[in-house]
């Protein structure tokens, strides 16, 4: 659990066994849920959990290289599909974090790839 201010993107890649058309994306982030809540009256402390991740991007790489196919901006949730409009032929997934809600680590617990 390395910090980082985010002057450069942290970045996780997924290289799959084998080519394929895929069809969506889907990525869990972490959202603190282990968070101990004693009161359900109590107010949060924070609007957006901080762990959550804010900013990010996700890409294939296709033969002609990296295509982008979300650019998401203000993030809330923490389980995210990306649909694609037509099934993209490709041999890697990378999600690149480019802010959290506070928090300085990117965290993502787990990438998906559906073939269309």
Known sequence: SRETGFAQPEWLEVTLARKAKLGSVEVLFDADLDRHLTNTWVRAPHRVEPDLVKDYDVELKTSSGWQKIAEVRGNHQRRRVHALDAAVEAEAVRVTVRATN???????????????
Request: glycine share 6%; proline share 7%; net charge negative.
């Open 102 to 116: 506070g928090t300085p680590r990117a965290q993502i617990y787990e990438v998906r790839a559906y073939e269309e």
